[in-house]
């Protein structure tokens, strides 16, 4: 009766949300429902506390059975002791669905694993699908359905699926992607996974439509064999970015304390990420890149990389960090050459990288490559000394008047992935970014602007491979 | 009587400036003038045009010979052609140093090389110190005077000392370093190097006072083996942080053309570097980071890392790459672990790393980590949801009233270093920073964090085995 089980749907669009453990203490009890009603969902929430009584001008219901209307989501916050009867008390309800946020199970030892199991046990028997418990759950910016509050920004519908383990982690990341021009279309943070896991959200997110790319924060895989499959099936539709975090012996003890699972060793995870055409980055940084690489450019055709720089040594740099990930820079073609010549001044080299330092010849030379049949992808690393940058804003003209606008940029070679990479005066960089995002990727170091085109190329080779 | 080479002083702290290529076009020959006298030079500041007349209310003298005055430094902006010329004349006129800004040398090719030379022979018949051609100069901020128009705040004095090669570039990190809290002594930007260069360059840093740390990238040695006996004696007394491009072969042709050097293999410098006691950084913002960490905070004793956090995850991400930088993370003391079992709620693991998650615990375990005779340094990963830091912001309560002062907790072991790493919401960011600023580094990544704590104890223990 009860071994049917539920798919994760009413996780990202319940018809009714529960939350139990509201309270009119600081914390997450206080401030979800507050931010829920914020978010459109005030006629849809119900509020349990056995104090009962009002907050935020909603009735509190003193237990799950005097809920009305038709909720099919729980949000339990209560203390850990507490859960086990509150799930049971879900289930009575007809709920099949709860996001266990409270903490104080597998991760702190013996005595929290044998709660996790007994929670475990009554979730099965029941028949309950189960998100955490020590998590933050769910976010669907579609629909603005969220289990934790986040920045208003954070909500902004985009394209990017992202999956982390614990929650402050998990909470942290959403506050922060929106300023990196990463918006995502659904969030789950998975807590200690004593039900849903990684892999079943990977199949999710996997069928849903608004998620493009899937971003991944791993500490050990619940289910080795499953993960290499599913990341099988997976990354020949949709990209899977993941971090994996472990590496090191501390680094594995350090996860093992905090959501209770254990680490694998990392050569084997990077076998695994390879043979499965995940894309590892070595860094927060780099994952946080290669979403928003990935969710906003298309797949290059080739290796073939084009450089067209203002600065000489940030185009060295990005030429060392772009061929050591396995991109090459051809010569340019005969017809780009000659088209560069006639405007080049004496002084410009007409090569790739082309360095066309101080010249007026930028625009024409992003054109010259983008535009080259011999060069697969663009990186376009544009700074402009603050003096002026000044000039400029004195003379009122705008990075927009310089550049000509994203899109124009983009109908160049829509079917080629380009990327700008800029450093120095915050204001030239804000002027920048907003002129070009969100379709064009802004990325403030020559290494990592170099390294995110090389994940595309390599993603791609591996899809056609495989594919 | 030209054999003896005058020393570099005069390119600092000159009495008095010629411009020659003062000019009422856009372009640095028309903004520099201004920026000087913005910076109180305007009555040490001589012009220098064919055309005579006024620029910005000064006169314009038709040449070097009418200049009155006591100038003796010369910054040259005039076509190429016309330099050779133009340095004669800074002879006639007494003036033994002349920064050349202008381009169209060596960097083009065999034609440029000819010209170049050329200058070279008047340089060295007439005595001419010479800093460039293809460059932006030398910034001292101790008395604001800089040879390039730069943002006021690049001009706060600071203790970094930096060597660039090339103008562009040098000018966009000088624009863009003062936002990641580094502050600069003196800057120099070399060009094509045709007489002062690298060696000299840190051996007069290495004696100025004001200069604690010297950052340089570099594209290729002038002098390979000048540079290795060099960089020994100057790693003896103060950190030399290096960024080198050209790490691959297609790397190095980028520099081969755009400062007219030839690169040599990296394996290489890779070794120069170990041997003397260089701190080599992988990328740009790696270089920033030493800079930033290598200026405020002391050398640690050993390489024994406390980590506080309230992001485990963060914690196992920092873990891994302390680990992997050469640190280690002893278990905590007795009497830590006893002070904080003392105060830490029931699901807190007491260890390390020391993950408080959102305990009120967290600047009680900050102190107990700094005060641990075992713990020879502390990176402190600070993070807070956005809907927690609005809560205290809306509560009145601030960064500073929940952290104490960047002096305080500075006082708490003044010898050991100490990072802070924070992510997430930018307002929370930029309270932390200014919180802390200057003595305590906010880096927004675990792994760089990491690294550069890495570096610092790299460092002490070079200095330890030769000094």
Chains 1, 2 share one sequence.
Not at 64 to 87: K, N, Q, S
Request: charged share 25%; glycine share 10%; proline share 6%.
């Amino acid at each position: 009766m009860t071994s049917e089980r539920c798919g994760l749907e009413n996780f990202f669009n319940p018809r009714g949300v529960v939350l139990v453990g509201a309270r009119r203490s600081p914390g997450f009890g206080f401030v979800l429902p507050l931010a829920l009603q914020r978010q459109g969902w005030g006629d849809r929430l119900y509020l349990v506390n056995p104090a009962g009584g009002e907050l935020h001008g909603m009735p509190v219901y003193p237990s799950l059975a005097e809920v009305p209307g038709e909720p099919d989501l729980a949000v339990v916050i209560v203390p850990a002791e507490a859960v086990p009867g509150v799930l049971e008390e879900v289930a009575d309800r007809g709920i099949r669905h709860a996001v266990v946020e409270s903490a104080g199970f597998a991760e702190l030892g013996e005595e929290g694993r044998r709660l996790q199991k007994r929670c475990r046990e009554v979730a099965r028997r029941r028949g309950v699908r189960v998100i955490g418990p020590n998590c933050v759950g769910v976010v669907n910016t579609e629909n603005r359905f969220s289990t934790v509050e986040v920045v208003e920004e954070a909500l902004t519908p985009g394209t990017v699926g992202v999956i982390a383990q614990s929650g402050v982690f998990g909470n942290i990341l959403l506050d922060g992607l929106h300023q990196r021009g990463v918006f995502i279309s659904k969030a789950v943070t998975l807590g200690n996974r004593m039900d849903v896991d990684e892999c079943e959200v990977l199949m999710y997110l996997h069928a849903d439509r608004s998620t493009k790319v899937i971003m991944m924060y791993l500490e050990g895989a619940a289910d080795g064999r499953r993960l290499v499959e599913t990341l099988r099936l997976v990354t020949s539709d949709k990209p899977v970015l993941v971090l994996k975090s472990g590496r090191t012996e501390k680094g594995r003890e350090a996860t093992a304390s905090h959501t209770g699972s254990l680490s694998g060793e990392d050569e084997l995870y990077d076998a695994v990420f390879r043979q499965t055409g995940a894309v590892r980055a070595e860094t927060l940084e780099e994952l946080v890149d290669l979403a928003r690489v990935f969710a906003s450019q298309p797949l290059p055709r080739g290796n073939r990389l084009g450089i067209v720089t203002s600065s000489g040594s940030l185009g060295a740099l990005a030429t060392d960090a772009a061929v050591e990930a396995g991109l090459m820079l051809p010569f340019l073609s005969e017809e780009t050459e000659s088209r560069m010549r006639k405007i080049a001044p004496r002084w410009m080299n007409v090569r790739n990288p082309l360095d066309v330092g101080p010249s007026g010849a930028y625009l024409a030379a992003m054109k010259a490559l983008m535009e080259d049949p011999g060069i697969d992808m663009v990186l376009s690393i544009m700074v402009m000394p603050y003096a002026v940058f000044r000039e400029f804003q004195a003379r009122g003209v705008s990075v927009r008047d310089f550049l000509g606008s994203a899109s124009n940029l983009r109908a160049l070679a829509p079917e080629k992935p380009l990327v700008v990479c800029s450093l120095g005066d915050r204001g030239f960089l804000e002027e920048l970014d907003s002129s070009l995002g969100p379709e064009i990727p802004v990325i403030t170091s020559p290494e990592r602007a170099a390294r995110a085109l090389g994940a595309l190329y390599a993603y791609r080779s591996f899809r056609e491979r495989w594919g």
